[in-house]
């Protein structure tokens, strides 16, 4: 694709470190700006080589350029939109890597209508328990999946150069509906967090004994806090039905083992290994 | 520790295998000698250097030996140790590998009263959801707990060379009653087998969504289904009391999502998020 003349990360963290890092080495712009409010994330990036220029200014960093990326928690891409939406170049192309969709795509889709530029919200399925640029890499979204979204007021051809661009970067695209999203969102990874911090709260008193299965079950469970509030509020709807459907789940469970249940235990057991079996590593 | 002349090892999978390795590399024992019901097993593990001899007869591969090791899913050690119990040599020691140990425990205390051998209940946490000698390792216990069993009925004096055997291996041993170790492992791993399981069944719509998060909360899931049905079958009170304190977490925690209750969701994940960093990688 051809080159963006200046591409805007707005909050550089592990993600949006990345962003840059990915776009740089790929040539996909001349110049890569971040902003964000702390200066030694904007220092420690420009040393990665994940910017060529760091500013605390919203407005510096936004104006005139091509790209803007929102990479910073659901909430704040909320906010920050509202305040750099007066600075965005008309015609500009927005996406964002925040982890819900409904939230962010409907007040996107109303701010950009007016401004004159497009969106078109994007979700990383990559990253980790980390934060920060100083764990950002070149290749975190090699091969990763990364959904974008598409209602009645996304722009084709915006749609078409957001795809290029996160496919440049090393993702694998997939287009879905911003509450299609958040669905599939809520049961593979919002719920997988939820299952890991509940079985250490469980697991509280007896956590020396943890061996190497309870420690890659609980991995995500090291996650930022702030991120994950902000992430469980704006998805309340299907992550509490995955809550419950999850709880059902492990009462039916509870039953086959009350009743030693043999054949129909160890029957559910081999479809989810081998349904486990058949995802890749 | 002084080698034992003759160790049999009861079961040749991941765990017999890896016990036979490391006893091998560690000059634990002047000749090991495994059996199983899988004539290829046997030969696997000879080419792998874990056994010395191979039989399809439990009998032969018990009589004289110093140091019997029961590697098998939890019910088979307490049908084996019944059938295997008149051909133990008088003096023997006997220890296992069994994920429970409350029936183990009381079945073997009693039968090896009558037999004049001792018995020292005893579980690596090691191992993995792969299984099968292929996967045997000489440093599969290197740095794993492994946890000993003490009942009235334990001789100090088999309990302090089972704790060295374990320890020669690898492993860092701790005693516990067979009640303790039972609660212990419903919490560190039964529940969070569960919980994986539980994930992969309520999230099966949307699996080709997997990320590294859920490929590695999940990871577990994949576990032979026979081994597992008899370990829940075994700890029944302590897993079910386990499922419902977790279900318990759960709700609460789908109340303060519901009510969008920052200040306590977020304070109990910076609670989780320590306590998890606090685990050793």
């Not at 001349?30 to 407005?59: N, P």
């Not at 192309?93 to 078109?120: E, M, P, Q, W």
């Not at 008193?205 to 190497?212: A, D, K, Q, Y």
């Not at 079950?217 to 469980?232: G, L, Q, V, Y």
Request: hydrophobic share 40%.
């Amino acid at each position: 694709m051809k080159p963006f003349d200046k591409v805007a990360i707005i909050g550089v963290g592990l993600i949006g470190g990345s962003i840059g890092l990915a776009a740089k080495r790929k040539g996909l712009a001349r110049e890569v700006i971040g902003v964000c409010r702390h200066k030694e994330s904007l220092q420690k990036a420009r040393k990665k080589g994940a910017l060529d220029k760091g500013t605390l200014d919203y407005k510096e960093a936004v104006r005139d350029a091509d790209l803007v990326i929102l990479a910073a928690p659901v909430r704040q891409i909320i906010k920050l939109a509202g305040e750099i939406a007066p600075y965005i170049k008309e015609g500009a192309l927005v996406t964002d890597a925040g982890s819900t969709k409904s939230d962010i795509v409907s007040n996107l889709d109303k701010i950009s209508r007016g401004k004159g530029f497009y969106f078109v919200g994007a979700h990383p399925l990559a990253g980790s328990e980390q934060r920060g640029v100083a764990k950002a890499r070149a290749d975190l979204f090699e091969g990763a999946r990364c959904i974008l979204t598409k209602t009645k007021a996304t722009n084709p051809s915006a749609l078409r150069r957001a795809s290029a661009f996160w496919q440049e970067i090393g993702s694998r695209t997939t287009v879905l509906s911003p509450q299609e999203h958040d669905k599939v969102v809520a049961l593979i990874s919002h719920l997988p967090h939820l299952a890991a911090v509940e079985l250490v709260k469980t697991a509280r008193s007896v956590l020396n004994f943890s061996s190497s299965g309870f420690l890659d079950t609980t991995r995500i469970a090291s996650s930022d806090a702030e991120i994950w509030t902000d992430i469980f509020f704006t998805n309340k709807k299907f992550v509490t039905q995955a809550i419950d459907n999850y709880i059902k789940q492990l009462k039916l469970t509870k039953d086959l083992i009350r009743k030693e249940d043999k054949s129909r235990l160890s029957t559910e057991f081999k479809k989810v290994k081998s349904l486990r079996d058949g995802l890749r590593k």
